[in-house]
């Protein structure tokens, strides 16, 4: 595991870690081809790495939105709250779901300037309001997803994932978690599949 995943926590020897840490790391590490530093930087506290990871799961497998669509809630909550591994570990996730290598960029950088359809703008309107002022957040705004098109369990989701990235931004940032050099680049070539 990276030494550099984190800056301000030791990160742990992977030869320490519980079995089932190290089972899932290395779980994680064949699929990407590396080790992404969030399982590293998380694996510092294995009681809280299982119940951070389980909700993660759970958020990206049982949902009603697509994939996409969650990667494009994390960038743009991410991008607004300045949280440097979110915007490029999961940049590079919106860049391969959405099979758009520019897309990522847009969300970071704004947004609402990002070519994409009205019913995301809205979707990601309601997600930046409950980052930014969550007590402004009503019935108005559940409303304006559902006629936008999305379903019942598809807005809890979009709740779901903000309320749990922003969690995840502010222990990154408060870490000074670092992300992996290849999620600078993954996603970039346009995918013919």
């Known amino acids: 595991m990276d030494d550099d995943a984190m800056r301000r926590f030791p990160v742990p020897d992977r030869d320490d870690l519980p079995d089932d ?37 759970a958020l990206v497998e049982d949902t009603d939105l697509e994939r996409h669509e969650v990667e494009m809630i994390i960038v743009a909550v991410s991008g607004v709250n300045h949280c440097y591994y979110c915007n490029v570990a999961h940049g590079a996730l919106v860049r391969i779901y959405a099979k758009d290598p520019l897309l990522a960029d847009q969300l970071v950088a704004n947004y609402r ?37 999305f379903s019942e369990e598809a807005v809890w ?23 992996n050099e290849e999620f600078h680049t993954l996603g970039r070539e346009p995918r013919d599949d």
């Open 113 to 149: 300037t990002a070519d994409i359809p009205e019913k995301h703008k809205t979707m990601l309107d309601v997600a930046v309001k409950l980052t930014e002022s969550p007590a402004e957040v009503g019935e108005d705004d559940l409303q304006r997803l559902r006629d936008a098109g």
């Open 21 to 57: 840490l190290r089972e899932r790391i290395d779980d994680e590490t064949e699929r990407a081809g590396f080790t992404p530093n969030v399982f590293a930087a998380f694996a510092y506290k294995p009681s809280h790495f299982r119940p951070f990871f389980e909700y993660h799961d």
């Open 157 to 179: 989701d979009i709740g779901a994932v903000t309320a749990f990235f922003n969690l995840s931004n502010r222990m990154a940032m408060f870490a000074d978690m670092r992300p």
